[in-house]
């Protein structure tokens, strides 16, 4: 876990304390996920022009037809993984970095992986400046996974695959757990947790990510 945040000054307490209240009040229980919302700066993930946006629970776009996640669903999906208090954590699709700089706070080390470079670059920028030290990044068509790195406690995909593909499962460590939205036009957060060789799948609740693409952009 990284020391404390850097850089956070310049959104007051009182905007990310409503962003709190309001995850509290969309269902988000867990007080550790809920305080790490309220301190990493997600205005700084965002280009200047929709920075003021960044306190409202809302889906925000970041560049090259991707978007930065809804707070909502972001401390949803750290909160599913918590609950199996994995040491590593794999992600697929840095994006912003906004959910690499929230998983963090919570894990030992994470590994995360980006097909589009340019994202990547900014990413790990914004990384740097918060003085985050605990994020190994990638950039790969993660599709495939990490697995020099693997096999992690904990994986969480942040684009959409048609079906959780089986290489993900078999980085899975046993008692791990993978989050993933799932699906086309009509999506659907998906759990799988590993025990041994068996993989209990549960759905949870209705999403909409933008898909897992096959590839790299330079
Ligand atoms: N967690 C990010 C969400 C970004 S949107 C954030 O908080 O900002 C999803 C990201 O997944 C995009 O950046 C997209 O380029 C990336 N992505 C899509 N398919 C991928 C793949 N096969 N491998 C790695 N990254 C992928």
């Not at 009182?14 to 269902?27: A, C, N, P, W, Y």
């Not at 900014?122 to 697995?147: C, F, S, T, Y």
């Amino acid at each position: 876990m990284s020391g404390p945040l850097q850089g956070i000054g310049m959104t007051s307490r009182r905007t990310r304390m409503r962003l709190v209240q309001r995850l509290r009040e969309s269902g988000i229980e867990s007080d550790a996920v809920l305080e790490v919302m309220g301190q990493v700066p997600r205005h700084i993930f965002l280009d200047e022009a929709l920075s003021h946006r960044a306190y409202e629970d809302t889906s925000l776009p970041i560049g090259h037809g991707q978007t930065l996640s809804q707070p909502y669903i972001v401390a949803r999906m750290t909160e599913l993984l918590l609950r199996h208090e994995p040491a590593s954590v794999l992600e697929l699709g840095t994006g912003s970095g906004y959910q690499t700089a929230v998983l963090s706070q919570l894990f030992e080390q994470i590994y995360s992986v980006e097909r589009i470079k340019p994202l990547q670059d900014r990413a790990r920028e914004r990384l740097r400046q918060l003085n985050i030290r605990n994020v190994l990044l990638k950039h790969a068509d993660g599709g495939m996974g990490w697995p020099e790195r693997g096999p992690f406690d904990g994986i969480i995909v942040t684009a959409a695959p048609m079906d959780v593909p089986g290489e993900l499962l078999d980085q899975l460590a046993d008692g791990g757990v993978l989050v993933a939205p799932v699906g086309e036009e009509r999506q659907v957060l998906v759990e799988v947790m590993r025990h041994g060789n068996q993989f209990e799948r549960r759905e949870l609740e209705p999403v909409h990510f933008v898909p897992l693409l096959g590839g790299v952009v330079r």
